[in-house]
């Protein structure tokens, strides 16, 4: 095959995949548009914890009219639902509103595994929304998908690549423009694009950021790029007094985008399907990740607040028992109890491009009793990385009285 040939191939493999992927864009953009959260009456008492008559009374006071809907059935969305929270008188909420103090710094968590298929991006996604939303404190928070396939963005963002809108990829390379009077900060605070859920924001990524490491390796080698691991710190700096929790989905890789977002984090959560293919293959990439740790350090990473492994897929079976047990005499420290079971609720959501979080009970559309089993799943999951936030917050404010 000559070279014209083989260039020839490899530019039609790419028109007909720039193809598929537009035709598949503009597909789910049509068939899955992603609508608010929705809340019945029962739904909305339990989620704010008060009775129906109250629950009532503050939707008259603020104007909210459930059964505006052509069916007339009660119901309100999660922008409702917050603005009756945030009306609530201090007795009668949940918990008070975060407000994070100078002496607390923003967590930023991520997730990753040098293995592919672990469930890093479903759990970044379910994480992210399960912390905005099931926790009453309204978390402000941030995800980024450092990912050039970019399946966590088609989650909350999928209008993204057709719209023009700067990927994680766009910034850390430059690749914009300031507006006349348009400040850095501006830029980068408007990258993070607004979501379905009101205290949600996610920088997307774009298939062009699959580039990102040959720029990397092109400024290494034209000594262009002094600190290659420190530029997404850099931009999250610029931005860190808009959220609590950022949390950062990333290849199955260790580049140039991996270590970025190594070096950005301040705790790190390793995913890991309970299969003994995905063990060896994570235990090789834990035998390595010493010298991972060595590059970072050189850089002046100052340590992580916490590392966890959080198991994903889990099936209950003898085998699965035998895996786990084996695990815990290697990683007991390091290993979450809870873990992420093995669902078809969740991977229902997934293919209407949505969590367990972004919906309700009554919006599912197959078992109530299995969606329902399968939210309490991921609620026990995500609570135990939100009480390791909370501890590390608890401990800055200690130090520094």
Known sequence: MTIEKTTHIF??????????????????????????????????????????????????????????????????????????RDSLSVELRKEPKFKRSDKQKAQIIVIQNQKGGVGKTV??????????????????????????QATLSMYYAPESAQEGCLSVGDLIMGNYELDENETKKEAISSAFLPTTIPNLRILPASQSDRGIEGWFHEGVFNKSLSSPYSILSKILNEVEDEFDIIIIDTPPSLGYATYNAYYAATSVLFPLSITENDIDATCSYFSYIPQVWGLLNNAKHQGYDFMKILITNHKDSSTTTELLNSLNDSFSPYLYSKEFKNSEAVRQASSLLSTVFDMSKSEYPKSKMSYQVAQQNAYEVTSQLQRDIVNVWRKQEQEQE
Not at 24 to 42: C, D, I, M, P, Y
Not at 55 to 64: M, Q
Not at 129 to 145: K, N, P
């Open 123 to 148: 759990s970044s996604a379910t994480i992210g929304s399960g912390l905005a939303t099931e926790f009453h404190q309204e978390y402000r928070v941030g995800l980024i998908d450092m990912d050039g």
């Open 11 to 84: 530019q039609d493999l790419k028109e007909g995949a720039d193809r598929y992927i537009k035709r598949r864009n503009q597909r789910l953009l049509v068939n899955h548009r992603k609508e608010l959260r929705s809340f019945t009456r029962a739904e909305a008492s339990i989620y704010l914890d008060i009775d129906v008559k109250t629950l009532d009374r503050y939707c008259a006071s603020l104007g909210i009219d459930p059964r505006r809907h052509e069916d007339a059935q009660w119901s309100i969305d999660i922008e409702e639902i917050y603005k009756v």
